[in-house]
């Protein structure tokens, strides 16, 4: 009934920015929370991100600062704005909405590299 779909990862070097979005689709309004998460080759997945219904965002230690979750509801699409870009922020970032009943829609992923 949900669907999410990321774009906007690609190759930029350290110190540079990018921006992520996530389009849902479907049954938007059951959604509770969108989340972004990465996940780095032979790294379990962590949580970056997340902005609940109510607008309510949240950050991980490791990217506060620097990376900023909003979100447009005309156009069902959570953005993440990552700014000073380091190396050990390369990653498939996924993003994650959640329905009030704990249902998780994952996305596709997509790959950000960060060169150095």
């Known amino acids: 009934q949900v669907q999410v779909v990321e774009s906007g990862g690609g190759l930029v070097q350290a110190g540079g920015s990018l921006s992520l979005s996530c389009v849902g689709s479907?049954?938007?309004?059951?959604?509770?929370?969108i989340n972004w998460y990465r996940q780095a080759p032979g790294k379990p997945r962590e949580l970056v991100a997340g902005i609940s219904s109510g607008g309510t965002t949240t950050y991980a230690t490791f990217v506060k600062g620097r990376f900023t979750i909003d979100r447009d509801n005309a156009k069902n699409t959570v953005y993440l704005q990552m700014n000073s870009l380091k190396p050990e922020d390369t990653a498939v970032y996924y993003c994650?909405?959640?329905?009030?009943?704990?249902?998780?829609?994952w996305g596709q992923g997509t790959q950000v590299t960060v060169s150095s």
């Open positions: 479907g049954i938007t309004s059951s959604i509770n929370a």
């Open positions: 994650k909405a959640t329905s009030r009943y704990g249902i998780p829609y």
